[in-house]
């Protein structure tokens, strides 16, 4: 009897100390790699950088080829070339409108002018997160907090973290997103004293957003298009955010919410472009 | 016994490395397959007398390249992949009475909760480090992305039994 108890007792003993064993393992390697963290990553992007890359291709080609086999290429041509010309074609009338409302168009154009940017190329996306990782780190002069867009200057989100030849760009659509926004309304009148929306554009993950805290007694209509308000500090003002689809105001709650479209598309992109400096308003 | 576990390290590799660029043309709104998690749970669900050492060294390697190619800090996913892997394997050793040991429905409803669990663990692990981070709100795109995970799981399942059954493994 007392040599079986003292066997349980072992057995438990040793089971007790295998557990101990491994969680003292696993503790000290997650903190060695936490500890270099920034080398580990570091190294593991610039050894996977070329492979990623013609993984890219081979997806932009294989989405191509599969297009084609639906005999939709030249529509997927045409129905791209006419989002870009679309995007340009909002850039440009959100920046009229903006110019004839303020009546500042030299000092707006001179503000965008003042950009100074950065190109750099998508080498990875996290979708769980919505995190992509960009070709351009501290290196180059890339910086925490900085705006990330595209040529037609749609907003895709800000550098949240830089290694020395990569960086982490947090997607609008992240779900720890939050940016601030104006909605910008097509006005045929041209009323002068039409007040300003505010809202914030918040991410819902999935590569989706989603417009909040507007007040219920604005009204937004569906089509209207958001761009960045600048409130925060972050973003330079007027950049395209999304357009709202479907609006939901219920006279019960203090803010209302629309359902967005974002401009950013992630899956015909290759490069962006850093915000790494800009004119400030004052 | 090496060359097999060098090779299943180099697959996971590879995987992740398809996971965040192949598979960025390939998401349906938003969605798309968690291929080191469907790979890692393949692997504990088919191990006959796996110990858990071995889900351990599973859920560092899995778990270091989920991290090494996302936002978190290093552990959050070797973590939760243990925590699956060893639930996996109480459920897996109550459940292993059939003729046919690795049936798809046991695989499918399995498949299920433990990725769901991993996806709600995962965000509450950045909610810890960033409370402004949304822990878990349903919407048709998480829907989608659990469906289309499952698609790639139960391909890759019959995939996997048709090697094993190839090779003898």
């Known amino acids: ?282 | 016994m090496w060359l097999k576990t060098l090779i299943t390290i180099f697959l996971f590799y590879l995987l992740a490395v398809l996971q965040s660029s192949f598979f960025v043309s390939f998401n349906i709104m938003g969605a798309a397959p968690n291929l080191i998690f469907i790979l890692f749970f393949i692997i504990i669900f088919f191990k006959k007398n796996g110990s858990y050492y071995e889900i351990m060294f599973w859920s560092i390697v899995a778990g270091f390249l989920l991290d090494v190619f996302s936002y978190s800090y290093f552990g959050v996913s070797i973590v939760l992949l243990l925590i699956t892997g060893i639930l996996l394997k109480k459920v897996m050793q109550s459940l292993r009475e059939k003729k046919d040991k690795y049936p798809i429905a046991y695989f499918i409803p399995l498949f299920l909760v433990f990725y769901v669990f991993y996806d709600v663990f995962s965000g509450l692990f950045l909610f810890f480090f960033d409370p402004s981070h949304i822990i878990f709100s349903f919407s048709w795109p998480l829907l989608l992305s659990i469906l289309y995970n499952l698609t790639v799981a139960i391909f890759s399942f019959y995939v996997y039994k048709c090697f094993v059954k190839f090779y003898k493994l």
Do not use: H
Request: aromatic residues 6%.
């Open chain 1, 1 to 282: 009897m007392d040599f079986s108890i003292k066997v349980l007792l072992n057995k438990k003993n040793g089971v007790f100390l295998k557990i101990l064993i491994g969680v003292i393992i696993l503790s000290v390697l997650i903190c060695i790699l936490n500890l270099f963290q920034r080398q580990v990553k570091n190294t593991f992007y610039i050894i996977s950088e070329p492979v990623e890359k013609t993984f890219s291709m081979a997806a932009d080609n294989t989405s191509v080829f599969f297009a084609s086999l639906l005999g939709k290429k030249g529509l997927v041509q045409e129905n791209e070339e006419l989002k870009k010309e679309n995007q340009k074609l909002l850039s440009e009338i959100s920046l009229l409108q903006d110019d004839e409302r303020k009546n500042q168009m030299t000092a707006d154009i001179l503000g965008l002018k003042d950009m100074k940017l950065l190109l750099a190329g998508i080498i990875g996306l996290d979708s769980q997160q919505d995190i992509i990782s960009i070709d351009k780190g501290s290196t180059s002069g890339v910086l925490e907090g900085m705006a990330v867009i595209n040529q037609q200057e749609v907003l895709f989100g800000k550098v949240i973290k830089v290694f020395n030849s990569f960086s982490k760009v947090m997607l609008i659509s992240s779900k720890s997103s939050v940016i601030d926004v104006r909605v910008q309304q097509d006005d045929p009148e041209g009323t002068p004293t039409k007040p300003v929306i505010n809202g914030v554009v918040k991410g819902s993950g999935f590569l989706g957003v989603y417009l909040d805290l507007v007040p219920t007694d604005q009204e937004i209509k569906e089509q209207d298009i958001l761009i960045t308000s600048a409130l925060e500090g972050i973003f330079p003002k007027d950049l395209l955010v999304g357009k709202v689809t479907k609006n939901y105001k219920n006279d019960q709650k203090p803010f209302q919410q629309a359902q967005v479209k974002p401009f950013f598309n992630i899956k015909n992109t290759d490069n962006l472009l850093v915000i790494t400096d800009y004119k400030k308003e004052k």
